[in-house]
């Protein structure tokens, strides 16, 4: 299976974000897009508005990944702008099941996203309902920082998970993902992929998502 690179648009100049997706829009796969309350993770960053402005200007596939308490709050008004992929944490929502549902009979695709803390052994019984598992390997909150290297493991034992029982459930990877560890990311078995700072903060960010795919890939 082919990986996808998904941009966090996180690490993008919001006064130039337009262009700064024009620019990488050849060379990926879908936009990430990280919603955050300022509660469940330590920072505030964007919602509606600009998730509008996005997907009035690229067909590309947006995936969204949600660091807020309570995320059925948004799910709807989310799935009616046109996201394709909603992500909800673990940790942030007491009735996982009822709420991974609600997204599917949206007519979205249904990831739900573990903290570096949380063991993969938990998905056991959810892991049949949804269509992705976003492995953090950052504390979520902000952009350009360090890998945490015992991600590698993790993503190992959750595909081993996923192929005892016979799914379909892609692997996604976030925080800290760049040209030094995505091979080794892609042989754990990861496929999506997805790149803040490894994109935007380079001097060209349209050959650096190109180069990411080609090195991961190798
Ligand atoms: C972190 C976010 C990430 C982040 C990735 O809380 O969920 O999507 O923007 O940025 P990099 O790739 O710079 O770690
Ligand atoms: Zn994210």
Redesign the pocket.
Known sequence: MEMKIYP?I??ADFSKLGKDIKNVENNIDGI?L?I?DGLF?P?ISFGTPIIKSVRNITNKYLDA?L?IIDPDRYIEDYAKMGINGITIHYEAVTHLHRTIIKIKELGCDAGISLNPHTPVFLLEEILPFVDRVLI??????????K?IPETLNKIKKLKNIIDNKNLNVKIEV?????LKNIKNLYQAGAREF????????QKNPSEAAKKLKEVGME
């Open positions: 966090s996180l690490a990430h990280d955050m993770v920072n990944h660091m953090m390997s950052v504390n979520p909150g902000f952009t350009g920082q890998f976030d925080g800290g993902v760049g997805v790149v803040g700072a490894g994109i935007f903060h």
